[in-house]
């Protein structure tokens, strides 16, 4: 079993940059590959994007490739989105979870998520 805790979430204006954090619990993290999404009001969970268990490769939506780094400290079970240039667009609940792809459904395990909100 995971346990996730999403960090780092506020609001900011348009063009600012933000750090959220995930913790996570559980000795499966250091092998696991970890995902982002996202959802705003009214809309479906979205895929922003993922990192595999050692960092070795990371994968983007396009609605965020260029602005979003998806970084991972196994040593501290801590996985990062940073995201520059952000936009009133990005405004979402932002979750980390563990799993594969870019589908909701390829991952088990779920953070509660954290608000981020971007002024324009």
């Known amino acids: 079993q995971v346990q996730l805790v999403e960090s780092g979430g506020g609001l900011v204006q348009a063009g600012d940059s933000l750090r959220l954090s995930c913790a996570a619990s559980?000795?499966?993290?250091?092998?696991?590959?970890m995902g982002w999404f996202r959802q705003a009001p009214g809309k479906e969970r979205e895929f922003v994007g993922f990192?595999?268990?050692?960092?070795?490769?990371?994968y983007y939506a396009d609605s965020v490739k260029g602005r979003f780094i998806i970084s991972r400290v196994n040593a501290k079970n801590t996985v990062y989105l940073q995201m520059s240039s952000l936009k009133p667009e990005d405004t979402a609940v932002y979750y980390c979870?563990?799993?594969?792809?870019?589908?909701?459904?390829?991952?088990?395990?779920w953070g509660l998520g954290t608000q981020v909100t971007v002024s324009s």
């Open positions: 979870a563990v799993g594969a792809g870019t589908r909701p459904a390829g991952y088990a395990y």
């Open positions: 559980g000795r499966t993290f250091s092998s696991s590959t």
């Open positions: 990192i595999t268990w050692n960092g070795g490769r990371t």
